[in-house]
């Protein structure tokens, strides 16, 4: 059984708790797509399994429940923590953590809301909001926004296409991959800078030593 199968019979057996049920594994476990179940939360619905509005109602709950529960890792691993898991990763340290959690606490809720609309980005965001203990109720109705904004664009295109709601999910496969791709230069773009900085860190703390005796 495909996981498209799979999705809808899951949604068909349990209704809207199992559309909602879907988008929640879908925050924790990023490989599973939104862009696949969304419209097909859509195209169900469109076949009477249940209704639009209950659909998209469902499906930001689900959401927001994965994103609180991501959101509570952060926040029991905390800045500190996170900054001694740092130190023992190479090319890494916990004055690393520091900055970019200086950085999220200044732009924090833009990044929560506009991170919703960025593939692997819309979970992974959490954490960091846990870890910077962002309030609670902001980080609720940032995620409500965002995800009730992105959710509605597919599962009514979902709804709208029907049989065809695979075109759909086959825009939505492009703008991920390019995301990803994106994601991975910048992050081997990141690597190749660390290991450049660390090697002149360490030609010059040899220079400062002077020549060995």
Known sequence: MSIDQWAISVMETLGVAGAALLVAIESLFPPI????ILPLAGFTASRGSFDL??????TTIGSVVGA????GLGFWIGADRLARIA????LMSGADVQKAMAWFHRFGPIAVLLGRFVPIVRSLISIPAGVD??????FLLL???GSGIWN??????GFVLGENWVVVEDIASRYSRAVLVIAIIVLVALIVWRIVRVMRRRRAEREAAGPEV
């Open 68 to 71: 609180l529960l991501l959101y």
């Open 87 to 90: 130190d023992r990763v190479p």
């Open 152 to 157: 509605t664009l597919f599962v009514v295109l």
């Open 33 to 36: 797509p939104s862009e696949l």
């Open 133 to 138: 203990r962002m309030r609670l109720w902001l």
């Open 53 to 58: 509005v209950s659909v998209i109602v469902a």
């Open 143 to 145: 995620t409500t926004i």
